[in-house]
Every structure is written in C-alpha cells, then in structure tokens.
C-alpha cells in the first residue's frame, strides 16, 4: 500500500514563494507518475503539475507554468513542488498524487491510484 503524506503548506504573502514536500512509502517507484492536484473551497480539484518518477517528464498546468517547479528526489522518496510569485488565486488545499504510470492523461485525477491527504496553502494579498 502506497502512503503519501504532504507538508510544507503555509500562510504566505502575495508575491512570496513556498515549496511542498509529499514523502512516498511502501513501494518502489521508478515507473510511477507524481502529480499534485490542488482544490480550493466549493471547487472541483484542479491539475497543478504531474513528473515522472525518474525526472525526465513533466507538464504542468498554464495558470502555474512558470512559476512552480516540480521535482523529485528519488534517495529520499519525495517530491517536490516549488512555487514562486504566489497569488491569492493559488489559495487552497494542495494534494499529492501517485500513479503507476506516466500517460496522457496524467492531468486528470481518475488517472492517480493514491492521495495524500492534503496541505493548505494561503496566499494574503
């Protein structure tokens, strides 16, 4: 059973930057997909940014392309969202997700096996 347990979730002025970690257990993970997916309140969640396990392959959604930063460290199990020149419209709960495989579909949450349960971010403006 794969575990996922997000952190670095904070109040932080507009303009500021934050980077959230989500650690991996109880699996091998060099053919799995990351993403983080982030849902504010009364809203569907939304794709931020998917990589393959190994690095090598990553999108991410328009409204945070530039701006953050996905990436992963495979010694420590973990992956990484960095983000910069935050917004209030980034405001919300931001989850991790893992699935088997990298694809097509890597944007969307029906392709992700396993959550976290989920960090908050706050933008002030």
């Known amino acids: 059973q794969v575990q996922l347990v997000e952190s670095g979730g904070a109040l932080v002025q507009a303009g500021g930057s934050l980077t959230l970690s989500c650690a991996a257990s109880?699996?091998?993970?060099?053919?799995?997909?990351m993403g983080w997916f982030r849902q504010a309140p009364g809203k569907k969640r939304d794709f931020v940014a998917a990589i393959s396990w190994s690095g090598t392959m990553s999108y991410y959604a328009d409204s945070v392309k530039g701006r953050f930063t996905i990436s992963t460290d495979n010694a420590k199990n973990t992956v990484y969202l960095r983000m910069n020149s935050l917004k209030p419209e980034d405001t919300a709960i931001y989850y991790c997700?893992?699935?088997?495989?990298?694809?097509?579909?890597?944007?969307?949450?029906?392709?992700?096996?396993?959550w976290g349960q989920g960090t908050q971010v706050t933008v002030s403006s």
């Open positions: 997700a893992a699935s088997d495989s990298y694809g097509v579909r890597v944007s969307t949450p029906s392709w992700y096996r396993y």
């Open positions: 109880g699996r091998t993970f060099s053919s799995y997909a």
